[in-house]
């Protein structure tokens, strides 16, 4: 290697070596999660309400949130916390939307929605997913008539 190749090398060295991760990850395929609440009507779903415990979301993690929805969700939203007991009664808790890829969504469908925490922390999750109501009140594949 010339004194300009090894140069080269040394100056790329970090950009090689950052895309791979040191943090703990699980290799696995999603656990399927069949928790949560969905509505009467089956047009909401949450993995728990407020006051319940957060679901665990450490690094890597993969979930299958089956939603019982009655078509695959419009919308999905997800909320990430420190603590299962994100908001606890004896005072304040803290509790955001997720961004980045701190809840990667890997597919959503009439069944579930497949998360991933993509992320080097442990968190704990709640979910929320909904679609609309049927007309006919007899669920269906979506779309115009």
Same mark, same amino acid.
């Given at each position: 290697?010339?004194?300009l190749g090894a140069i %080269?090398?040394? #100056?790329?060295?970090? %950009?090689?070596? #950052?895309c791979s991760s040191t943090c703990p990850r699980e290799d696995e395929d999603a656990r399927p999660f069949k928790g949560g609440n969905t509505t009467a009507d089956r047009t909401y779903y949450e993995t728990n309400a407020w006051n319940e415990d957060f679901i665990d979301f450490p690094a890597g993690r993969r979930l299958a949130l089956v939603h019982g929805l009655a078509a695959t969700p419009i919308e999905v939203r997800s909320y990430l916390a420190f603590r299962h007991d994100a908001l606890p009664k004896e005072g304040r808790g803290v509790v955001a939307e997720s961004a980045g890829n701190q809840v990667l969504i890997q597919r959503v469908d009439e069944t579930s929605v497949d998360v991933r925490n993509d992320t080097c922390e442990h968190f704990?999750?709640?979910?929320?997913a909904s679609t609309v109501p049927d007309p006919d009140g007899g669920g269906g594949a979506g779309g115009s008539p």
């Open positions: 290697m010339t004194k %080269a090398f040394v #100056a790329i060295l970090p %950009a090689l070596t #950052a704990y999750l709640r979910l929320v």
